[in-house]
Each structure stands twice: as C-alpha cells, then as structure tokens.
Nanobody, 124 residues
Framework: QVQLVESGGGSVQAGGSLRLSCAASGYYTYSSYCMGWFRQAPGKEREGVATIDGGGRSTYYADSVKGRFTISRDNAKNTLYLQMNSLKPEDTAMYYC????????????????WGQGTQVTVSS
C-alpha cells in the first residue's frame, strides 16, 4: 500500500518562501511513479499545481505557479519536494502530495494515491 506524508507547510507573508516535502513508502519502485502536488482552497475545486515524471526530467506546472514554484524528487530518498517562492495570498490552500503508476504524468485526474495534506497560508 502506497503511503504519502506531507510536511513543510506553514504561515508566511506574501513574497516569502516555503519548501514542502512528501515522504513516500510502500512503493515497489518509487521511480516508476509519477508524482504531483495538488492544492485546494476553501470553497474551490482541487487543482493540479505541478507534476514530475519518475526520472525527474519532465515536469508540468499550472500557469498560476510557473516561474515561482519548482517540483523535484529524490528517488534515493523516496521524497518529493515543492519549492515555493514569491508566495501570494492566492496560494493559500491545503497542499496534497499525490502519485500514480506510469509515465503519463500530466493526466491529473488519474492520480490515485494521496497524502493527508499540509496547510499553506500566505498573508498580505
């Protein structure tokens, strides 16, 4: 059973930075899984923020975070990261780590393993 545990959320002022981490366990081969970060703000639908392929070479970013967020992974540590810079109040949300087996990482609706989430709050 795949398990994902996020950490690194918190409260920060606009313009600040945070680094989220997601520790994965239960994988047969971590590098065989696409990994992604999603977020959900109160009253809004969950949206895909960024994804990365198993080798860490191919990434996708939502337009709203391009140039500010960077997704990366360390397959030796079974860990996913999201570096968030120049944070804005509209980035406030619960952030979730997610995974799906395979190579087609941009199909956001097909992520089927989820963590519990970590809260990010950005004040103006």
């Amino acid at each position: 059973q795949v398990q994902l545990v996020e950490s690194g959320g918190g409260s920060v002022q606009a313009g600040g930075s945070l680094r989220l981490s997601c520790a994965a366990s239960g994988y047969y081969t971590y590098s065989s899984y696409c990994m992604g970060w999603f977020r959900q703000a109160p009253g809004k639908e969950r949206e895909g923020v960024a994804t990365i392929d198993g080798g860490g070479r191919s990434t996708y970013y939502a337009d709203s975070v391009k140039g500010r967020f960077t997704i990366s992974r360390d397959n030796a540590k079974n860990t996913l990261y999201l570096q968030m810079n120049s944070l804005k109040p509209e980035d406030t949300a619960m952030y979730y780590c997610a995974a799906r087996y395979g190579r087609v990482c941009h199909r956001l609706s097909e992520y089927n393993y989820w963590g519990q989430g970590t809260q990010v709050t950005v004040s103006s």
